[in-house]
């Protein structure tokens, strides 16, 4: 089977949770590390999936590596090679597909409860949730792109999942693992820190204080998502 391409932004934010559950499904998956200078290959063809992770850059910042990226994810559309997006990378399907990316009223960071839109298609990806607590860093939002299903909404911010076919975005962080939760309270205190005014950040302590119990429910709702998402790997 081919891989599953997994695209890391930031040296914090990897697979996570996604690369543990891909293991036991004996999935197997390869990393492109933007971080590190790494190039975005020039097709999807010798992947079954294509994964993209979060990071504190905007995809709307001149960089150099976001044309060609945004270019793989409209082939991997055309091509009918699921995506996968959490928070910046569900901007960037969004943005490669005609939406748009913006500041959210206010930056949502840590632990908050989403809630599952009441539509067939988030059933097939969110089965009888109504709602969870999900975990949360980002300042900006995604419009849902034209042929997509809006499916998560928070309190703070309208726009949380999409779907279109075989491909979801995700605005909330649902890979989440107790250790990166400690890891991103540490190094981006200065972001709590700063942005403490806002209804929806939390001080790290709050994030951490059931940081195990949080994750193992979190975990539930995306085996949800990845099992779904896994049926339409291209063989």
Wanted: glycine fraction near 10%; hydrophobic fraction near 40%; aromatic fraction near 8%.
């Amino acid at each position: 089977m081919k891989p599953v391409v997994i695209f890391r932004h930031a040296c914090c934010e990897g697979a996570g949770y996604l690369g543990t559950f891909l293991a036991r499904n004996a999935i197997p998956w390869c990393e492109v590390r933007i971080d590190k200078g790494e190039t975005v290959p020039a097709s999807v063809d010798e992947y079954s999936g294509v994964v993209l992770m979060g990071g504190p850059m905007s995809v709307n910042d001149d960089l150099p590596w976001i044309p060609p990226l945004l270019q793989l994810i409209r082939e991997s559309v055309e091509k009918d090679v699921p995506l996968l997006g959490h928070c910046l990378g569900g901007q960037l399907i969004s943005k490669a597909l005609g939406g748009v990316v913006s500041k959210n009223p206010v930056k949502e960071i840590g632990w908050g409860q989403v809630q599952v839109v009441d539509h067939p298609h988030a059933r097939e990806w969110f089965g009888d949730l109504q709602g969870f607590n999900s975990f949360h860093w980002h300042g900006e939002t995604f419009t849902v792109p034209a042929g997509a299903t809006h499916v998560l909404s928070s309190p703070y911010c309208a726009n949380q999942a999409y779907v279109m076919g075989k491909h979801i975005g995700l605005q909330c962080h649902i890979e989440m693992t107790p250790e990166m939760v400690k890891v991103w309270t540490e190094q981006w205190k200065n972001d709590i820190a700063t942005s403490a005014a806002s209804p929806a950040v939390q001080p790290a302590e709050i994030m951490l204080a059931g940081v195990e119990a949080d994750c193992e429910v979190l975990h539930g709702v995306a085996d949800k998502v990845y099992t779904r998402w896994i049926q339409g790997l291209v063989a």
